[in-house]
């Protein structure tokens, strides 16, 4: 595996891979990578020829009062579990590479689907984000591009974009993968003390409470909701800022009476720390 | 040539072309097709092995008191002189086809390059720029893009946008096409009447004048803007939006003793018809 650190050098050899007629699979992270990120990384290594992770803490989709520098750095051992599961090119550029101009040109899906869940309070976030993934697509020219269920909002709002401005490519969404306790997998998950840890495994349980239910008839998104936030305020440490239901794919809001597939997703703080976690709940 | 009239085709052409291994020329119009356009397509199709013409106006880009319903659509004229210059596929979508979604997802170039010229009165204009030829990138894939030097902002904004979003390809601005008299080819000359056609030649004439000074050792910023000025109110049918001098690439201040390449652009008014022309001051 290589890594390197300048777009000149991912476009030579992203130039030479698309001569030699393979397809290319993009995994695109803010590394500290996981095992949430190895199943991507090994998704994309078994589905196409050549296999890109980009590992950059990308400062725009931050917001000024958010984590951006205590964010974890772990670009050693993003390197080794990246070539472990299969990729070529672990590409760890500046942001001084990846924002050349003193003025930005935004990439910005508007609407309510960056709007709601994690758009209302991290106004910036999804603009940041589409902005960083569209110069990436343009950079790696992906066959398939690797996201996880875990981050759902973003999903969907990159299945926005790339169907809005027709890049030419497909996002595949990869399911949450869970610690044994069933904590969903994050880099952030690092921040939490002892207790804030222990208490966190509240939402994967509430959730799974709420999916048992759907699953035997309830079909009332109020009642769905209130059992979530009920159960999660049982915790003492937890600090909901939403339980929110949607539906899919473009985040319009929840039928009363549940007839099609829905988003019930939670963002939670534990201390300092934000958490979110989802379900889908399908018809 | 082909004719294609749905995103499907298009994206179906493009793969098989570029699976051919051909290069692709890209020429973004709004179509009403003139002598301008035509030497894109011919440049186009001289340096490529496949040249598409798009022919859309994009609604996007007009601000709700400009011309959109009035601009005149050529498509049969189009096809013709297209096809005689050399291209493969007409591109003709209907605006539903080119923006899918309720929402829209924008693509922006912000700083003073969009705020300067075109810009102030036109505050939309550019976002609407950057969004359609976004799709069309994304849609043609191409080597090379080809823009007329008449729209220097829109071809600086462009280049920005290039850099900044890494899109693999290459801008290639073509010189000015004018009429026999010097007026630049616009489709919006048609709008022009007798009177208005014969006064709206100043702008080529004060270009001219202040290229021959600069030529001749004049350096004065402001001195340049004035003569360009005074010459186009001699026209008693003008009416001047703005003639400003920028520095290129990314139309900073202009310098008050001219050292650097500099774009001298003008925006006038003839009865309702707004013309824009510019000449670049080369040091």
Not at 31 to 53: M, P, Q, R
Not at 79 to 86: N, T
Not at 159 to 172: G, Q, T
Request: some cysteine.
């Amino acid at each position: 595996m290589k890594l390197v650190k300048t777009v000149a050098e991912l476009q030579k050899i992203v130039k030479e891979t698309k001569k030699a007629g393979k397809s290319i699979g993009l995994v695109p992270t803010m590394g500290a990578l996981h095992e949430g990120h190895a199943s991507l990384i090994k998704a994309a290594h078994a589905e196409n020829d050549f296999t890109i992770v980009s590992d950059f803490v990308n400062p725009t989709q931050f917001g000024p009062t958010e984590d951006l520098d205590a964010y974890p750095r772990t670009l050693e051992h993003d390197c080794k579990l990246a070539e472990e599961m299969g990729a070529d090119v672990l590409f760890a550029p500046s942001p001084k590479e990846m924002y050349p101009s003193r003025d930005m040109t935004w990439v910005e899906v508007t609407g309510d689907i960056t709007k709601v869940l994690c758009g209302r309070t991290r106004p910036i976030h999804f603009r940041g984000v589409a902005t960083v993934v569209s110069k990436l697509f343009n950079l790696a020219q992906p066959d398939k591009a690797y996201f996880g269920q875990k981050d759902a909002q973003q999903a969907q709002v990159l299945k926005r974009m790339v169907k809005d401005l027709f890049f030419p490519l497909e996002i595949r969404v990869m399911p949450i993968v869970r610690e044994a306790d069933g904590l969903a997998k994050s880099s952030r998950n690092v921040y939490l003390n002892k207790a804030e840890r222990s208490a966190a495994v509240i939402l994967s349980k509430a959730l799974a409470k709420a999916k048992a239910a759907f699953e035997a008839g309830e079909r009332d998104s109020a009642k769905l909701i209130a059992l979530v936030t009920e159960m999660i305020q049982t915790e003492p440490l937890s600090n909901i800022d939403y339980v929110e239901m949607y539906q899919l794919p473009d985040l319009t809001p929840a039928e009363k009476t549940v007839t099609a597939d829905h988003l019930l997703a939670v963002a939670v703080k534990f201390g300092t720390t934000r958490l979110i976690d989802n379900i889908i709940l399908q018809k």
